[in-house]
């Protein structure tokens, strides 16, 4: 019997493994990642990192989400309280004794490689307030969102000291989607909408000069037109130049000519708007909604509590990183440094997108085998 198992063809061995991942996902993701490839090939030439390099990034990625969608649901809720332990822990030595770049201690030199330990709370954080509300599943109150919440303060206090204001962001997002869908009411979530509007001047107060001069420069751009205000203006003027079918593909002159900064990474999506215009936007838009659409409705029927929180979490990060960064490139929103996900290029940021794609693989799959 190990015999002919042995001489079984590579693919049917692969088959069991293959059979379980959900198609319409895989193809929306392969739909964002192909875009990804195309928009970045064009954004990279005259860039000092080729091409190759993004190639490797999406093998390893996909190596990633391969393993993670291998990882039964059950097991992911046995990782959430050591991961976020471990999470808190490596963002307190980062707090002491953190590598200082550009003004920011958001580094952690583990001898044999540099990490950046707020990308492990955006898998963390949801991981672990899905285990909490699926411990107390039936008998959920009011105390156990304060508890809830003073999980989510701890990280994002020590990622917003450090200063990361956009990953703080980020994680807090994380962690206020589980408490959402956990069931935290809507007058509770007006009352704190009122508070943080309240709050606003307190905030201002302790914002750092950078930080009040992005607001500053999001409402008139034309303040600083050859300072801060510089990037937004010049991916304006590349998304508005590309009209409704673009300039062509690798004839972008904003970003080739180098006016837009940053043009493979956080604002990527002004290449593809100037080369593709209007018409590549909506493409681009089609397969997020894709993608995302896919990604609530395997929340919505997964099978747990655990799994219906983290689904639901995971994928509608997602849309808050494209809102963001689109809303951000097109002068609306405040720059904060969020990658366009599957499209921008990058190494951590990319690995933690794929993470979260296989998780919502294995949720996926776990409700094939409820239902058999």
């Known amino acids: 019997m190990s015999t002919r198992l042995d001489r079984a063809p590579l693919w049917?061995?692969?088959?069991?493994?293959?059979?379980?991942?959900?198609?319409?996902?895989?193809?929306?993701?392969?739909?964002?990642?192909?875009?990804?490839?195309?928009?970045l090939f064009s954004a990279l030439?005259?860039?000092?990192?080729?091409?190759?390099?993004?190639?490797?990034?999406?093998?390893?990625?996909?190596?990633?989400?391969?393993?993670?969608?291998?990882?039964?649901?059950?097991?992911?809720?046995?990782?959430?309280?050591?991961?976020?332990t471990l999470g808190v822990?490596?963002?307190?030595?980062?707090?002491?004794?953190?590598?200082?770049?550009?003004?920011?201690?958001?580094?952690?030199?583990?001898?044999?490689?540099?990490?950046?330990?707020?990308?492990?709370?955006?898998?963390?954080?949801?991981?672990?307030?899905?285990?909490y509300f699926q411990k107390r599943e039936g008998f959920i109150r009011f105390r156990d969102f304060l508890v809830a919440s003073a999980l989510l303060a701890v990280p994002v206090g020590l990622i917003v000291k450090q200063p990361d204001l956009g990953t703080a962001?980020?994680?807090?997002?994380?962690?206020?989607?589980?408490?959402?869908f956990a069931g935290l009411s809507w007058r509770i979530i007006a009352l704190l909408l009122v508070l943080a509007g309240g709050s606003a001047?307190?905030?201002?107060?302790?914002?750092?000069?950078?930080?009040?001069?992005?607001?500053?420069?999001?409402?008139?751009p034309q303040s600083d037109p050859l300072g801060k205000g510089f990037n937004i203006l010049q991916s304006m003027i590349a998304i508005g130049s590309g009209g409704t079918f673009g300039?062509?593909?690798?004839?972008?002159?904003?970003?080739?000519?180098?006016?837009?900064?940053?043009?493979?990474?956080?604002?990527?999506?002004?290449?593809?708007?100037?080369?593709?215009?209007?018409?590549?936007?909506?493409?681009?838009?089609?397969a997020y909604t894709f993608f995302?659409?896919?990604?609530?409705?395997?929340?919505?029927?997964?099978?747990?509590?655990?799994?219906?929180?983290?689904?639901?979490?995971?994928t509608l990060i997602y849309f808050l990183y494209a809102f963001v960064n689109m809303g951000m490139v097109s002068g609306i929103l405040p720059v904060v440094g969020v990658p366009l996900p599957f499209v921008s290029y990058g190494g951590t940021a990319l690995i933690t997108l794929m993470l979260g794609a296989g998780i919502l693989f294995s949720i996926a799959k776990s409700k094939r085998l409820v239902r058999s």
């Open 169 to 180: 962001l980020l994680v807090l997002a994380t962690g206020g989607f589980v408490i959402f």
């Open 247 to 286: 300039q062509g593909y690798l004839h972008g002159t904003q970003a080739h000519l180098n006016f837009v900064p940053e043009s493979h990474t956080d604002f990527v999506f002004s290449v593809l708007a100037e080369e593709w215009g209007l018409a590549g936007n909506l493409v681009l838009l089609a």
């Open 201 to 220: 001047p307190v905030i201002w107060h302790f914002m750092h000069d950078y930080q009040r001069q992005r607001l500053v420069v999001l409402f008139d």
């Open 292 to 314: 995302i659409g896919r990604g609530l409705m395997i929340a919505a029927g997964a099978p747990t509590l655990f799994s219906r929180l983290l689904a639901a979490s995971i």
């Open 45 to 84: 030439q005259g860039q000092h990192v080729p091409f190759s390099d993004h190639l490797r990034n999406l093998a390893l990625g996909f190596v990633v989400l391969f393993a993670a969608a291998q990882v039964p649901p059950h097991r992911w809720m046995q990782i959430a309280v050591p991961l976020y």
């Open 89 to 131: 822990a490596l963002l307190i030595a980062t707090a002491a004794f953190g590598l200082v770049r550009k003004g920011a201690r958001r580094w952690l030199d583990l001898g044999v490689t540099v990490v950046q330990p707020s990308e492990i709370m955006k898998i963390a954080m949801p991981l672990m307030l899905a285990w």
């Open 12 to 39: 049917r061995r692969m088959q069991p493994y293959l059979s379980g991942f959900d198609a319409p996902l895989a193809a929306g993701l392969l739909w964002l990642v192909a875009i990804g490839c195309i928009v």
